[in-house]
């Protein structure tokens, strides 16, 4: 199965905590989005990233959000002290190269903050 | 500034029947994509339909089409002979063209909840 993967699928964090969110893209995309859906919202952009580029991170919160996407491994998106605004869904989405039409989502990782 | 707007919250259809879920977007650009996307209850996004700008003819997939009204700038979603498992939220996509930020991000419309009735 060649599709995108995220992990965790569910992570429970106190506040105060870190999360650490993966994604490995489609195989050879090499164009990574971040997406949030607070509950009972659509899905809000985040980041854009290409290999070891951080393209556009227009919809990133100044403080405690950060993300990557190194030369080798998985996207990261990095949330330091987490707080209970934090809860929602994270979705990643890959793409082949600049302006395909289609961006490939994954399942999601669903954040909760104690 | 771009907008998507979906105007329904929720929606009701009975079992075989077709159902329209509105979409209306708002753009200076020329060159754009439109996007349905259905959300079960399990969470995943799943694709179901695309349109481009340019695009003469309205898209189809199964039992989706797309009625894409450029001069009116909607973009509702058609599903023909509703099933069960049609139930589910469904989302409205516009994809930038990029040619300024260079991202080809993708605006959401805050999306309609569908339940199909047995």
């Known amino acids: 199965n060649a599709g995108v993967m995220q992990n965790p699928r569910h992570l429970v964090r106190r506040r105060g905590q870190e999360a650490r969110l993966r994604c490995s893209p489609v195989?050879?995309?090499?164009?990574v989005y971040w997406y949030r859906q607070l509950p009972e919202e659509g899905l809000k952009f985040m980041v854009y990233?290409?290999?070891?580029?951080?393209?556009?991170e227009s919809g990133m919160p100044k403080e405690r959000f950060s993300a990557e996407f190194p030369k080798e491994g998985p996207s990261i998106l990095r949330i330091q002290q987490v707080v209970r605004g934090d809860s929602a869904a994270y979705f990643c989405?890959?793409?082949?190269?600049?302006?395909?039409?289609?961006?490939?989502f994954g399942p999601g990782t669903r954040l909760t903050v104690l | 500034a771009q907008k998507i707007t979906q105007t329904q919250p929720g929606m009701f259809v009975q079992e075989k029947e077709a159902v329209t879920l509105d979409c209306t977007y708002d753009?200076?650009?020329?060159?754009?994509?439109l996007f349905w996307y259905k959300q079960p209850s399990s969470g995943e996004m799943i694709f179901l339909i695309y349109q481009g700008s340019y695009d003469q003819q309205n898209a189809t997939e199964g039992r989706y089409s797309l009625n894409f009204q450029k001069a009116r700038k909607s973009a509702n979603l058609v599903i023909s002979a509703s099933q069960l498992g049609d139930s589910a939220m469904y989302f409205c996509?516009?994809?930038?063209?990029?040619?300024?930020?260079?991202?080809?991000?993708?605006?959401f419309g805050t999306g309609t909840r569908l339940k199909v009735l047995a």
């Open positions: 989405a890959s793409s082949p190269r600049t302006g395909y039409n289609e961006q490939f």
């Open positions: 996509a516009m994809r930038e063209s990029g040619t300024t930020s260079g991202t080809y991000k993708y605006i």
């Open positions: 753009t200076s650009d020329p060159s754009y994509g």
């Open positions: 990233l290409q290999k070891e580029n951080i393209i556009d």
């Open positions: 195989k050879g995309h090499s164009h």
